[in-house]
């Protein structure tokens, strides 16, 4: 088990090493470059200022030293700071990470809470009317995108004059029920479509498992049909759920960007879009690298869950 | 399994349903039709609007680009069949131009990443060793970015606009492509005929094209049709957030977030783009189930 989890978690510091080069050296690449972004275009023109800077920077060094610096920094939990305001990035990255890891736990919670149920009832009930029902509303939910689905729901709200807010943000410390109401939206534009996708996978995967010789055993040895799905079916079926679940938070951080956008919600989604959009190089590579990171996290602690309840695994 | 693989190859995914190979099985689309009749539905309606996208500027929508300050935001009507935008410009038209652009942008990227991909796929599969390891690394790389922040990086690197549009993409559908295709290549590569061929004298390209690759057409087709749905999202994403096609040319994305800022006054400018694009979506989903359950019918209602 140790081996399996050491040889995961260098791999894993592999892929995030790639991918922190990836975005560095992107960085590099954006045209009129960090001296544009800095001194504006006329600035940009005037090489004294332009040597000033590189050197206050270190932009004279090789490529590879100064993402030796980033990286330290990194590491050290310092992203620099953004170049319009100062402010420190890590500083902001705090404040803002709450917001989004509350939007990815509700929008988790829910997809778990009612697409694992609904997939199970699917597939013990393959071929009647409720599997088919269920099926379909889960290709609905599934084929509109975050974005359709925020601004649909938006729509809905002010004209039929529900009583929610359609925009921005209250912190849980303010009010524990002004912090609910603010995330119903956001949480169901997200939602719905990892739910219809959870629901679908469990479907497909309890399925093949009813199938298999030893639910027919237990079935012959006279375990009621219950005990048999709870304590035969489930486990059996748990691992394709637990990799959609891990890959759902790569897709729900992508759509953290749209619909904290949508919604107003300060998250880091919304904060990754504003440097993207302001060309604030920091802010961009900070976002983007730590976004991948929560996903390689993510993919780790499902693979860690995978050997957990499939031993074999463990000694591959 | 071996027998019929050993027999014909290519013919594999087609005969493995019906087994017994005596009877000559229907091919093509009417066999497509009896087996499937939601898939032909779903396929007539992506064609339909694909033709919607090619001629609807030139019946009955009006001119895109007129701009009628006497009629903006006027409700849908005879001679506005969908109403009016913040300009007085038929949204029908619009919404016919914006879908050209956004289903060019999907095909374009999703079939290049088809192909690309599957080559890919198919040498590391075949290569095997440290090629394939450091394939599967790299794609690993690539399938560890969440798509909207590799889009966010490639349009601050490229610049918005459609050329950045194809190569996210193009970047976040190729790593599936890639695994589509090695899976299936590194069992075939020791498959019995392919190692008979192989014996026989047959070239490493004639093995590969073939031999392997007419093995693989079916879950590439299925990947390349629920690539378009990610394709279309993705190109809709992006520009509703202004990042992707730029104004004044429309897409699905932009015009929705034209008809956002105007939901209250004019909700038809919203509503249209949004059943649009979330129906040819459904379409597409629908018809790439529909394609699995055949190519696999164990995977059927997945």
């Known amino acids: 088990m140790l081996r399996f989890i050491v040889t995961r978690l260098v791999l894993a510091v592999v892929v995030l090493l790639g991918i922190s080069l990836i975005v560095f050296v992107a960085m590099r690449m954006v045209p009129g470059g960090f001296a544009t972004a800095m001194l504006g275009p006329q600035g940009a023109q005037q090489p004294e200022l332009v040597d000033q800077l590189n050197e206050r920077y270190g932009l004279n060094d090789p490529l590879i030293v100064q993402y030796g610096v980033w990286l330290k920094n990194a590491l050290r939990g310092d992203f620099g700071e953004s170049l319009g305001t100062h402010s420190s990035i890590s500083h902001e990255l705090m404040r803002r990470a709450g917001v989004t890891i509350e939007l990815a736990l509700l929008s988790t919670l829910i997809s778990v809470g009612v697409g694992v149920p609904l997939g199970i009832i699917a597939a013990v009930k393959r071929g009647t009317p409720t599997d088919a029902g269920v099926r379909g509303l889960g290709l609905l939910f599934l084929s509109i995108p975050d974005f359709v689905l925020g601004t649909l729901l938006i729509y809905f709200v002010s004209t039929r004059g529900i009583p929610l807010p359609v925009s921005g943000y209250v912190s849980l410390s303010e009010s524990v029920a002004g912090n609910l109401k603010a995330m119903v939206l956001p949480v169901l534009s997200l939602g719905l479509i990892t739910t219809a996708v959870v629901m679908r996978v469990t479907r497909a995967s309890v399925a093949e498992v009813l199938n298999e010789p030893y639910i027919v055993t237990a079935r012959a040895k006279g375990l009621s049909p219950r005990d048999v799905t709870r304590r035969h079916v489930i486990r059996g079926a748990l691992i394709p759920v637990i990799t959609i679940v891990g890959i759902n938070v790569g897709f729900l951080l992508s759509g953290a960007v749209i619909v904290e956008e949508i919604f107003a919600l300060p998250g880091l989604g919304r904060y990754a879009l504003q440097g993207i959009l302001q060309r604030d190089y920091p802010i961009a590579q900070a976002t983007v690298v730590l976004g991948a990171a929560m996903f390689v996290m993510s993919s780790f602690i499902v693979d860690l869950l995978y050997a957990w309840v499939d031993p074999r695994i463990r000694y591959q | ?302």
């Open chain 2, 1 to 302: 399994m071996t027998d019929s693989a050993l027999a014909s190859p290519a013919a594999t995914t087609a005969t493995s349903s019906t087994g017994d190979g005596l009877r000559p099985r229907p091919r093509g689309f009417s066999a497509f039709v009896r087996k499937s009749p939601l898939g032909a539905f779903c396929l007539f309606v992506i064609l339909f609007a694909i033709a919607f996208a090619l001629i609807g500027p030139f019946v009955g929508t009006g001119n895109p680009e007129k701009i009628n300050p006497l009629s903006v935001f006027a409700g849908p009507s005879r001679e506005f069949p969908m109403g009016t935008d913040y300009l007085g410009r038929s949204v029908m038209a619009r919404l016919a131009i914006g879908m050209r652009v956004s289903l060019l942008i999907a095909l374009l990227a999703a079939g290049l990443a088809a192909v690309i991909g599957a080559a890919i796929g198919l040498v590391s599969g075949y290569a095997g060793g440290i090629v394939d390891e450091i394939i599967g690394r790299l794609a690993d790389i690539l399938f560890a970015f969440p798509t909207m922040l590799l889009g966010l990086l490639i349009v601050m690197v490229l610049e918005p606009g459609i050329q950045s549009l194809v190569v996210t993409i193009l970047v976040v559908t190729l790593p599936i492509f890639v695994r589509v295709a090695r899976g299936p290549t590194l069992g075939l590569k020791s498959a019995e005929y392919v190692i008979a061929a192989r014996v026989s004298g047959a070239s490493t390209r004639r093995l590969i094209f073939r031999h392997i690759l007419p093995n693989l057409t079916g879950p590439l087709l299925v990947q390349t049709t629920f690539s378009l749905s990610v394709a279309l999202i993705a190109e809709g994403a992006l520009s509703f957030l202004g990042l992707g096609v730029q104004p004044p040319q429309p897409s699905l994305g932009s015009l929705l977030r034209d008809g956002k800022t105007y939901m209250e006054l004019a909700p038809w400018t919203m509503l249209f783009p949004a059943l649009t694009l979330a129906g040819i979506i459904l379409a597409i989903n629908l018809l790439g189930d529909e394609l699995q359950g055949i190519i696999d019918p164990r995977l059927r209602g997945r």
